[in-house]
């Protein structure tokens, strides 16, 4: 009996012996086998978002640059506009005729970028990432409609905030019917992205893995999942992201061409991973203060800003009650004032901005007054800014 109960108890200490000794090296097994970290750095991606599959062809419906600085914790981001003209036509086009080795081998010789992996992503997997990571607050400013039954598309949202998941926050990404098209569509890209991303960081290790493997059967992963799991790691405590606008301008026919005077900057940028301050990176709010407040005023200052390849962050041409003899541009920071002033000077070559730097009880009640006239119209304006321009 009492041999009986020394083994017992002997049996008991092996066992916990063993589950201590599991539980100590586990962290080092996992992080072993499942962790590698990258050789490179930046890691850069070229992340493709491809549509439906019609008539035997899919095209390359989201281009995105991804570079990864994983020991300074930054994330730089470019949009390739998937209507972008190159010598062989659409650079969409180009997947759908050379596959990803054909794209990658085309940005990898245009941009000089050696791209350490490629993730080919459809739209059933944001769907899942969106009900998995969602919902995603979206304020929709104006009504967004359009069909295609080809591709099982179907978009219906009227001005208001709405909490999307999957499908909502698919249909919000596609759409491209506005004034911008394309263009607005990547800023929309953006603003979920970054929340997206921002929802990630909170999910725990083996929810990461999780949604690997769900998400296997519409991603192609070239690259390693220890890798990404690696940089998701190191990216769950913190990070900053920057958004390099792509170098393209519109040209008399419409089309969206390469900017080649702005390339060689473009490529730096990217090389560096430092973004320049620039008339690229001002948040601008334009606001109407003229007689026209139709969207034939949104569609005209769409074409003046195309001039110079950039946007304002947010058009207001509906009637918030702004009725000014001058055309007026409020600064938040004198720093700026030489680099906006030119901007300016180059899209309304003929008109004379009065300037005013938003720092004594004047101009601060100014501010605050075109802030609460946009909310009482329910135009919300995403923080932060660097300017309001108000144009009669």
Known sequence: MKLARTLAILTLAVTLSALLFLTLICGWLFEFFLYREPEVNPYSLLVVGVDAMIEGTRRADVIMIALIDHEDRKILVSN?????????????ATYARSGISGLKQT???LLDINFNGVVVVDYAAFK????????VEIYVKEPMKYVDSVQKLYIDFQ????????????????????AMGDLSRIERQKEVLMKLMESARHVSLQKLLSLFKNLQKNVDLKVSTGELVYLFAKLKRGFTVDFVPFPYVINGRGDVVLDEKKLAA???????????PGKEALRIVLINAGPDKTRVFLERQVGLWNRVSVQPSLIVWEDVGLSLRDDVVLLLDDAIRDILEGL??????EKRFAFTVVDDPS???SYFEIIDRLSKNRIYVNFPIDAFVVVR
Do not use: H, W
């Open 80 to 92: 390739v506009p998937r209507d972008l003209l190159l010598q062989n036509g659409k650079i969409n």
């Open 107 to 109: 940005l990898s010789k």
């Open 128 to 135: 899942y990432l969106g009900d998995e990571l969602g919902p």
């Open 159 to 178: 001005p208001g905030v709405y909490l999307m998941r999957g499908d909502e926050l698919l249909a919000y990404i596609r759409y491209r019917k506005d």
């Open 266 to 276: 473009y490529k730096q940028t990217l090389k560096e991973m430092r973004v320049q």
């Open 344 to 349: 300016l000077k180059d899209v309304y070559p």
């Open 363 to 365: 101009s601060l009640r």
